[in-house]
């Protein structure tokens, strides 16, 4: 009898294994399913213009651009520009959003008075941040090594050329694309070089 019940209890020992590691296993999909998910649901247009600091103000700046509406009909919408494509990286900037909901709780810029008040600042972390990934948000859309100069302006073409031999990235150039550009007034002659600005 004793035997018997020293059977049993290692059946269920090893059916107890096995349930843990199956609900595991079930419950690691799920987790990282929800978690992929809400990732996705954050990074939608939609979401990024949900709060009226962003509908009512840079959105309505984003709409007149040809980042919005062109020829082709090809938009790049707020994530593309602001979000990474790699994993790693757009977790990373997931983090950083986290501050951006900080500050929406505390009503940092929701007025246009106050969003006004951060424009410089805001543009200054975010000129920051595009030069320090090499643009690459801009790069999943403008491939330099696909660029056919003879097709640029004529006066784009060179500065282009000069540029990518210089070591610049788009954002050393190419402010004030998508949003209207702060009041660069107040910049310090450092400021104004390290933001390409002279």
């Given amino acids: 009898m004793i035997m018997l019940f020293k ?13 843990v590691l199956t609900l595991g296993f079930i419950g690691g999909i799920v987790f990282w399913g929800g978690f992929n998910t809400a990732m996705e ?18 959105y309505q700046e984003y709409r007149n651009t040809i980042h919005y509406q062109n020829r082709t009909g090809v938009r790049a919408s707020c994530p593309d520009c602001h979000v990474p494509k790699a994993w790693g990286p757009k977790m990373v900037r997931k983090i950083q959003a986290s501050n951006e909901l900080f500050h929406k709780a505390l009503g940092s ?4 008075e106050k969003f006004e008040e951060k424009r410089m600042y805001l543009a200054k972390r975010e000129w920051k941040r595009m ?17 056919d100069y003879t097709l640029q302006s004529r006066r784009a073409a060179p500065q282009h050329m000069t ?3 210089e070591g610049k990235t788009c ?8 949003h209207q550009m702060p009041d ?13 600005l002279q």
């Avoid at 290692?10 to 107890?16: G, P, Q, T, V």
């Avoid at 954002?171 to 998508?178: E, F, M, N, P, S």
């Avoid at 660069?184 to 390409?196: A, C, G, I, V």
């Fill in 41 to 58: 649901a954050t990074n939608t247009e939609q979401f990024c213009i949900g709060c009226h600091e962003m509908e009512s103000t840079v």
């Fill in 163 to 165: 540029g990518f031999d």
């Fill in 131 to 147: 030069k320090k990934t090499d643009s690459v948000e801009c790069r999943n859309c403008h491939e330099f090594g696909s660029m």
């Fill in 171 to 178: 954002i050393d150039c190419h402010k004030g694309i998508a």
């Fill in 7 to 19: 059977k049993f209890l290692a059946f269920l020992k090893r059916r107890a294994v096995f349930t």
């Fill in 184 to 196: 660069t007034s107040s910049l310090t002659d450092e400021e104004r070089k390290e933001f390409n």
């Fill in 109 to 112: 810029i929701n007025t246009p």
